[in-house]
């Protein structure tokens, strides 16, 4: 079946740090690949997505490259800031086989520090 | 646009009892999902409406567990014979026909069976 594996958390950083976060995915088909994003007393959003191989989604300065290859799909930031502290899931859709519904990782979260 | 919302946003239960959690989802959104998330774990899906129909259910939802969308707007969740293992932060989402991997979360309903 299909899964994702998230780095674990948490992850603190300084502002202005570059962030990594760690994702791979495991998928019967050709999976499209996400990263979403829960600020602290809100519900889950979209953060970015790659349809398919090497595209990279980028948005808000968050950046991440669909990797084929090593079935990865790692988000990168090259500076953050406080108000980026919030848990990151990385998901992946799986329309091939039918289903409508989203595999999610298990969360990394990230503290940002002043 | 008001967002996704959901009642109660928290439930406290003992064993045994039956709860019934709503969703109100965006009001032009066609697709429903109900997820189930623990801590520290990441969310998993549990069911998904196309408008009043439901049209995948997870092997997570057993028979103690019912949904329904009845007029294609908002949707309940009810768990009979609640058990411990219940307890878990109950999301909601819904997305557009076309747009389906972008999901809209409300902020839960946190369950706790005592």
């Known amino acids: 079946g299909n899964s994702v594996t998230q780095m674990e958390g948490p992850v603190t950083l300084s502002e202005e740090a570059f962030l990594t976060i760690n994702c791979t995915y495991t998928a019967t088909g050709y999976p499209s690949l996400f990263w979403y994003v829960q600020y602290p007393g809100e519900g889950l959003q979209l953060l970015l997505k790659?349809?398919?191989?090497?595209d990279k989604g980028s948005n808000k300065g968050f950046e991440a490259t669909y990797r084929k290859e090593t079935t990865s799909f790692h988000l990168e930031k090259g500076s953050v800031q406080v108000s980026d502290s919030a848990v990151y899931f990385c998901?992946?859709?799986?329309?091939?086989?039918?289903?409508?519904?989203?595999?999610f990782g298990s969360g990394t979260r990230l503290q940002v520090q002043p | 646009d008001t967002g996704v919302s959901q009642d109660p946003r928290h439930k406290i239960t003992k064993r045994g009892q039956n709860v019934t959690f709503r969703c109100d989802p965006i009001s032009e959104h066609n697709r429903l999902y109900w997820y189930r998330q623990t801590l520290g774990q990441g969310p998993e899906f549990l069911t998904y409406f196309q408008n009043e129909a439901q049209l995948e259910k997870s092997r997570l939802l057993s028979d103690r567990f019912s949904a329904e969308r009845p007029k294609g707007s908002f949707s309940t969740l009810e768990i009979q014979r609640t058990e411990q293992g219940d307890s878990a932060m109950y999301l909601c989402a819904s997305s557009l026909q076309g747009a389906e991997e972008k999901l809209f979360f409300g902020s839960g309903t946190q369950l706790s069976v005592l």
């Open positions: 998901a992946l859709s799986d329309l091939d086989t039918g289903r409508r519904a989203l595999t």
């Open positions: 790659a349809t398919k191989a090497d």
